[in-house]
């Protein structure tokens, strides 16, 4: 609670009115009923007063705190305690003064300040002070050295002619001694340390042995108190007390509701303030404005307010610790000495020692950098720190708006800027935002966390607004950098705005209101892309009557038939957002495709589920996964959902523990379903490695659709490739073709199982062919066409199929392996070797069994011993030393083996066996 009971007569015009930044202005009243944070100290004080005996020279006391730190409060509100107390009031009588003695040159000139200062005192109480001015006239007459004696002489016989001891409040006390210099000081020390009539005061932002100006006059002279930053508690009654104060028992109660309901802003507010009491009065309005008032406004006038102090806190620095100072804020994050030292180009060894005296005068703090173990440097007080930011950064907008995101980020919580986004994209006046409003929705964006999508809304308007304005484009977004997802959508909007004036040249639609339904059919079409909108807006105005006609059935057919698939509430949903330009079906870039499909549809299941199949259309990549998993939070009982997200993870991602138990669920889903059980023997055999409950799952899917060609094709790859048993491959293989003749994998597999396991080359060869003939860009049957024919000594014919892989563009390394090992292009073989061997050291079951598979076939073509020489070689030679060492055995370079441990001898062993095994098949 405060000393006094509230004061609800708050002064017209409200706080503002009253300047509650300078607490000179407050009301004594005032003063008493905001004054809760530093009681221990008043009363420390009060205690000095009362048990130093008369007659006898009290100690003195000096006051240290950062600016801010509430020490000319502090001495205020004393010399109010002083008044209140009788006893004390009859023993002391407390002398105010300036904060800052500008014109205090001399000792004369200050014992003059407190002649006057006695004289206001006097007055004040309403006594005569005629006799004072009187001699304070006479004094200034006499000879400047002459002054001192003269004052001091006066004071003490006023002081003892009213019985009472004078209580010297001097603020800025190191400033006032750097004035009056070497000598003045030790004839001030002599006078305090000796005149028991006076008891000095003082505030200093630092203990005067820091300043060596001063330092032997005053070494161990003043008893200093501390004045710490507010602890948590103390800043709670400090904000209950200026509600009360300023607005009432209500306001009192308001602010309590608050604070409770959002226990996080106050650690904020001191993270903001730095335990700070100016700061924290400052901030106080904000607070209680919530969300109610204008932040930057708000902010700004803040800001603008102290400057002042924080520009003389800058000022009063050296060069080097300014300098230092200003980087550590330019940096915002906390920075280490050595990035400081790379950013200053100040050396190591001297950017110690001005750290440490910058954080000893409270300006910065040691804190420990993100991800590491070590300390780094940031502004002890972040409201400092973006005023500076607001004052002094670099040009640009989004630069200069750092300080206002910087501020919000702390401010409020995720919710609260939500909510604020949510209140800008719906107040319906983002096409008549002033530069200022949009800096702050760009602000508002930046300040919001990355996966909420308000943050792309928010992004989104203000990219559409500014399309047209160029030049604040460029202030506000950089799409070179930051901003680079929107780069292509910025094209697109700027190409989709030329579209409709085109449009509506076409002269078969004859009415306005027929042009402009023509315009929104094509406009909206979600089966055209950008580009064939385009062809259709230039062709417009030379289409004929049929063409008209056939283009609008087929738009029509498009919307009819998306309806029945999605529902007309979804499409018309979609439509909307397409003709609105929040949302590009043909969606040119996936991470901008995935904001789109959030922003617009999170909280429209069905246009949901329609935007996300579209993607799936489109994209199969990490945006396209995370609107899938969006998705199937809304639809989670939803079995072709949960079956893309499955193949996304298998195919795409190469994350298979997760692909698994995303099939697995996908079948608990719909159990008759054949393709997750197909999707989980490909990932069973080809990445886990576990063999037989791949079969298991194979047979499952052929069970559930025996007529489904892809689980026969994948069946036969397991029992030729992993199972060991030729003949039911074939048979697989073999109904693969049965039911599907057009495809060309089961031919090619059907090839590798005749060729290497059946004996049957000119078979095999036919099968290898046929794939070709299929699909002749499909490097595989390339691949094991040419290994064939090396294999059968036609070796002109091997190379010209090598060539061929190597120019399918494939991306297969073990394919391209073997080609460029067979063609004598050793560096590309060791490139496609590197990248399969890091694969598969990664945990990649596919490309290890690959590597074996690249042994055992490049021994049978007599490339063995080369391979060999290259894994040896290569960067990843320890990983490949069992690999090595078989291919040695096979090709008998006995004198290049080496001694392993037991488990790569176990595993070299192992593949020397099944090579040999191999080539007894074949």
């Known amino acids: 609670m405060s000393d006094h009971?509230?004061?609800?007569?708050?002064?017209?015009?409200?706080?503002?009115?009253?300047?509650?930044y300078n607490p000179h202005l407050w009301s004594a009243d005032q003063l008493r009923a905001i004054f809760v944070a530093r009681k221990n100290e008043l009363a420390d004080l009060q205690h000095t007063l009362s048990s130093t005996p008369s007659g006898t020279v009290g100690q003195h006391i000096l006051l240290v705190g950062a600016r801010g730190m509430g020490k000319s409060?502090?001495?205020r509100r004393l010399a109010l305690a002083v008044e209140d107390d009788p006893a004390l009031s009859a023993a002391w009588l407390p002398l105010r003064f300036p904060e800052e003695q500008y014109t205090v040159a001399t000792l004369g000139q200050f014992w003059a300040n407190v002649l006057d200062s006695l004289a206001d005192a006097l007055q004040h109480l309403g006594q005569s002070v005629s006799e004072l001015d009187a001699a304070a006239e006479r004094i200034a007459a006499m000879p400047p050295a002459e002054q001192a004696a003269a004052c001091l002489a006066t004071i003490d016989r006023c002081a003892d002619k009213r019985g009472q001891r004078l209580l010297l409040l001097v603020d800025n006390t190191d400033l006032l001694l750097r004035n009056i210099g070497s000598d003045a000081q030790w004839a001030l020390r002599s006078t305090l340390q000796s005149n028991p009539r006076l008891l000095w005061v003082g505030g200093s932002y630092q203990s005067l042995e820091a300043e060596s100006s001063y330092h032997d006059a005053f070494l161990d002279f003043f008893r200093i108190i501390h004045l710490r930053p507010l602890r948590l508690d103390e800043m709670r009654q400090a904000l209950l007390a200026l509600a009360e104060t300023f607005g009432g028992s209500v306001a009192r109660q308001q602010m309590e509701r608050q604070l409770a309901a959002q226990p996080e802003r106050l650690p904020t507010l001191r993270q903001l303030s730095g335990g700070n009491p100016r700061t924290t009065v400052m901030l106080y309005e904000i607070l209680a404005n919530g969300q109610k008032g204008n932040v930057r406004s708000d902010l700004e006038a803040l800001l603008d307010n102290m400057t002042p102090l924080y520009k003389a806190r800058m000022d009063a620095l050296a060069d080097l610790p300014r300098k230092l100072l200003a980087h550590i804020l330019e940096h915002w994050a906390p920075i280490s000495i050595g990035d400081l030292a790379a950013a200053s180009q100040v050396a190591n060894t001297s950017i110690s020692p001005q750290l440490k005296r910058l954080e000893l005068e409270g300006l910065i703090e040691k804190t420990g950098l993100q991800g590491t173990t070590r300390s780094g440097y940031q502004a002890s007080e972040r409201f400092f720190n973006i005023w500076y930011l607001m004052r002094l950064s670099p040009r640009r907008q989004r630069s200069r708006l750092a300080w206002l995101v910087e501020f919000m980020r702390l401010w409020f919580s995720s919710d609260e800027l939500r909510t604020l986004a949510q209140q800008r994209l719906s107040d319906g006046r983002t096409a008549f935002r002033s530069s200022h409003e949009q800096e702050y929705d760009r602000a508002l964006a930046d300040a919001l966390p990355d996966q909420t999508p308000e943050r792309h809304a928010l992004r989104w308007s203000l990219l559409k607004q500014l399309k047209e304005n160029r030049s604040q484009l460029a202030e506000l977004f950089d799409l070179e950098g930051a901003d680079a997802d929107f780069k292509g959508a910025d094209d697109y909007?700027?190409?989709?705005?030329?579209?409709?004036?085109?449009?509506?040249?076409?002269?078969?639609?004859?009415?306005?209101?027929?042009?402009?339904?023509?315009?929104?059919?094509?406009?909206?079409?979600?089966?055209?892309?950008?580009a064939q909108k385009e062809s259709l807006a230039e062709a417009a105005a030379d289409l004929n009557r049929d063409e008209y006609d056939k283009l609008e059935k087929l738009l029509h057919e498009e919307r009819r038939n998306l309806e029945n698939r999605f529902g007309a509430a979804a499409v018309q949903t979609v439509r909307t957002a397409v003709l609105s330009q929040d949302f590009f079906p043909d969606m040119p870039d996936s991470h901008l495709a995935y904001e789109q499909i959030r922003a617009c549809f999170a909280e429209k299941p069905e246009a949901l589920r329609f935007g996300c199949e579209l993607f799936y259309n489109n994209h199969n990549d990490e945006w396209c996964y995370k609107a899938q998993k969006l998705a199937q939070e809304t639809w989670p009982q939803d079995a072709g959902i949960a079956y893309q997200c499955a193949w996304l993870l298998h195919i795409e991602l190469g994350r298979y523990d997760e692909a698994e138990t995303a099939y697995r669920r996908t079948i608990e889903l719909d159990e008759k379903n054949t393709y997750p059980w197909n999707g989980l023997g490909n990932l069973l055999k080809d990445h886990l490695g576990r063999y037989e409950e791949a079969e298991v799952a194979y047979r499952r899917a052929i069970e559930l659709d025996e007529k489904y060609a892809y689980p026969w094709n994948g069946l036969g790859n397991l029992l030729s490739d992993q199972l060991g048993r030729p003949e039911e491959a074939e048979a697989a293989y073999r109904q693969a073709i049965a039911l599907d003749e057009k495809d060309a994998s089961p031919w090619n597999g059907l090839g590798d199982l005749l060729a290497d396991q059946l004996d049957r080359p000119v078979e095999a060869e036919a099968a290898y062919r046929q794939a070709i003939a299929l699909d002749e860009k499909d490097p595989y049957p390339l691949t094991n066409l040419a290994r064939l024919l090396a294999r059968l000594e036609r070796k002109e014919d091997a190379e010209t199929f090598y060539r061929d892989v190597v120019r399918s563009n494939t991306d297969d390394q073990q394919l391209l392996l073997q080609a460029h090992l067979f063609l004598g292009n050793r560096q590309l073989a060791i490139d496609a070797l590197q990248a399969l061997a890091s694969a598969a050291q990664s945990g990649d079951q596919l490309a290890f069994f690959q590597l074996k598979e690249q042994i055992w076939e490049c021994h049978e073509l007599g490339l063995g011993e080369r391979l060999a020489d290259l894994m040896a070689e290569s960067d990843a030679a320890g990983f490949l030393v069992p690999f090595v060492q078989a291919l040695y055995t096979l090709a008998g370079a006995t004198n290049k083996l080496r001694d392993l441990p037991l488990e790569s001898r176990q595993m070299a062993d192992e593949i020397v066996r099944l090579a040999r095994l191999r080539q007894k098949r074949t």
């Open 5 to 20: 009971s509230s004061i609800d007569n708050q002064p017209a015009g409200g706080f503002a009115a009253i300047s509650k």
């Open 493 to 530: 909007l700027r190409r989709l705005a030329e579209l409709s004036a085109r449009l509506h040249q076409n002269p078969h639609a004859a009415t306005e209101e027929e042009k402009k339904r023509w315009v929104n059919d094509v406009l909206g079409s979600i089966g055209f892309n950008l």
């Open 73 to 75: 409060t502090l001495m």
